[in-house]
């Protein structure tokens, strides 16, 4: 995440880099975060921003809690990782609230957000299923579109 710009109301927009929580936050995208005053207030499946070892910032899903010692850590994971990691409360400095890249804009909280984050903390059949209903939906919308317009498919070679 980089290039933080102020925008009231204590939230801000910072810019996302890395691809570890596809298809959720592709490269490239804007995030609205907000500053985190309380970690007791976060959910599993919130989108939380941390910093990282290198000291630099990081955006994974909540996906668990622990409790050792007295210290409360999160258990976070990028919806694109296959491990999941444990980060010290401390360390967890903004929720993201919106996500916008390019044509897309979204709310965590909005439907498409909670349903992201419902496919993101499924087990693998549940994943494959809903990747499935969603390949089946999309190539259907693209064949009416493509009905409703007429496109024609390109060819390489001119027709005689």
């Not at 976070?76 to 804009?105: C, M, N, P, Y």
């Not at 965590?108 to 809903?130: F, M």
């Amino acid at each position: 995440m980089n290039n933080a710009a102020s925008s009231g109301d204590n939230a801000r927009w910072v810019r996302a880099t890395g691809a570890s929580m596809l298809p959720f936050i592709p490269p490239g995208s804007r995030l609205k975060v907000i500053s985190v005053e309380n970690v007791d207030r976060l959910c599993v499946g919130d989108v939380v921003c941390f910093i990282d070892e290198t000291g630099g910032g990081t955006a994974h899903r909540v996906v668990g809690f622990e409790n050792s010692g007295g210290r409360k850590s999160f258990i976070l994971k990028g919806d694109a990782a296959w491990q999941t990691e444990e980060v010290a409360a401390d360390s967890i400095v903004f929720q993201i609230l919106e996500i916008r890249w390019r044509w897309l804009h979204y709310r965590c909280e909005s439907l498409v957000g909670k349903s992201v984050a419902q496919l993101a903390l499924g087990d693998d059949a549940s994943r494959r299923w809903v990747r499935g209903l969603l390949c089946r939906l999309w190539t259907g919308a693209l064949f009416v579109v493509r009905t409703r317009r007429k496109i024609i498919p390109f060819r390489s070679k001119p027709q005689k």
